[in-house]
């Protein structure tokens, strides 16, 4: 509450004249109120904080894991974790079937699947946007053109069109973020097209062309930043999908092959020991767990922050 | 309301017309011809492998492939397939009861549990319960579903040996496949044991395949009832004094359930991608699992058909969810 009442004061509640020497900028201001609304979600927060720690993690990658995720051990395999009988403190998280070090391969892992995360979401929203942009700002039968085609990519279930189209590529990592890009790419054209054609009709917008603003500055300059609050939401929703969709391709052998420590992979050689050895399958699967539900929780908080009709003040 | 209908169906052609575009496209863009990719392996004489061509119309104009190709659909042909040689409509029709008896089982544990969990959530907005709920619907939502069966198979089957691992019921029970639903077949059959068994088998990848769903409607219902439960009406029959379970089952769940139709439709996609990764894991004979081992097998015209097939399942659900929500939201009827 204290929170609210010092905002008023620098908004200058009270005063009819706002002082000009502690007026901030606009953007630092947006700044401040984006993260006053994202910060009452708690679990924003937390998903924030693990998030964080992913990234950190995938970074330090080498610094971190305890051995190389390659290195198989012929005197090691199948080891427990620690705490249970027969495991070792050199495998904290025990070994695979080829006596693997669990631990350091879901560290590893986790650079993949960012970077699975980050790249999808790059051309999936540079893509989309693009598309929505122009077919937002010029109509017609341009448009009508675009969106079916759009209509007709979602027509199909995303993993089976992902899954046919790797079969068509070959399957691979690349070639899997391509298809997943692909598949995910028609949510930011629609966004992008709806908010265009609201946009474009505002005074603003009049304005700028009457200066003499070219349509590509138009589209870009003027328009897009007044688009961006459920694009932003739509791209974190996009970068669990995508991490999401790379591990089920993954698991499913189509996806980065073998011996890539990338979890969905990991879990796919990990299948035949289901009944024997737990921890090979459960870890990888939690380190998707945890990563998609941090991700999921920061694109609720976003939504918050950002949608102007969930605020609630 | 009779314009309404058409309107609508009309939509859909553009779709379709995409739809066996890129289901037509599929086979051509594989690297090599079809002919070569029917052979496999084998060594082909030139000369053959033009008859071949000639014969089967690869060598014509794409345009006139494409209408072929549009006229064997509407005469039923979706392609033969190379491995068992059999037409993969009659494949995929053998198939599909499997999928449709898994999803309609999974979107009933959604809508029945994530109708309630959403409207008590609702109700109880802020407490221990809604943040709970919320919660685990989050995790839900989140959850890689092909893990999520992995660990029920090492829980269930495994350490408790209550479920079997996969199937869809135990090699002791043999019957004619009446309807296709194995659990309506099993009790037709008469044998002692056989619905158990059917029941045994189907619960564990029911529970996986609805866990998204689930988790989707809980969120949507909860939502949608916030809403409702804001506006005029539902303070005016709070007002004239009606009984609270009256307000909110009645007033507010009726108009919530407007948007939560939609998102019930909008899961038949979800199921149907995670059917791909249910059937798989619990060895479940269906077109999820058809699909992915024909990918495998580089059976390419079952994964033409199955493809232009289950988006067409799709586009017709879709079709149907879009037609409900005229009849119980008139307002989209005027626009």
Partial sequence: MSHITAQEAEEGVGTDLPDPIQRKSPRRQMLEEFWYYFSENRGAVLGLVVFALVVLTALAAPLLAPHSPDLTNNNAQLVPPVWQTGGSWTYLLGTDAIGRDILSRLIY?????????????VVAVSVGIAIGLVAGYVGGWVDTVIMRVMDVILAFPSLL??????????????????????????????????????????????????????PLRLMVVTILPNCLGPLIVQATLSFSNAILDAAALGFLGMGAQPPTPEWGTMLAEAREFIQSAWWVVTFPGLAILITVLAINLIGDGLRDALDPKMKRS | MLRFFLSRVLVLIPTFIGVSIVAFAFIRLLPGDPVALMSGERVMAASRHAAIMHELGYDRPLYMQYLSYLWGLFHGDFGTSIVTKRGVATQFFTLFPATLELSLCAIVIAVGLGVPAGVFAAVKRGSWFDQGIMGAALVGYSMPIFWWGLLLIIL??????????????????????????????????????AFGSAVSHLILPSIVLATIPLAVIARQTRSAMLEVLGEDYVRTAKAKGLARARVVGVHALRNALIPVVTTIGLQVGVLMAGAILTETIFSWPGIGKWMVDSVFRRDYPVVQGGLLLIAMIIMLVNLVVDLLYGVINPRVRAK
């Fill in chain 1, 161 to 214: 069109l992902a899954l046919v189209l790797v079969a068509v590529l070959g399957p691979g990592l690349t070639n899997a973020m391509i298809a997943i890009a692909l598949v995910l790419q028609p949510h930011f054209v629609r966004l992008t097209r709806a908010s265009v054609m609201s946009e474009k009709r505002r005074e603003y917008v009049t304005a700028a062309k009457v200066v003499g603003a070219s």
């Fill in chain 1, 109 to 121: 892992g986790s650079r993949y699947s960012l970077f699975i995360g980050v790249v999808v979401v």
């Fill in chain 2, 156 to 193: 269930f089957s495994g350490v408790l040996g209550w479920t079997p691992v996969g199937g869809r019921i135990s090699l002791l029970y043999y019957f004619p496949q009446v309807t296709g639903f194995m659990l309506i077949d099993s009790l037709l059959s008469g044998q002692k044991g």
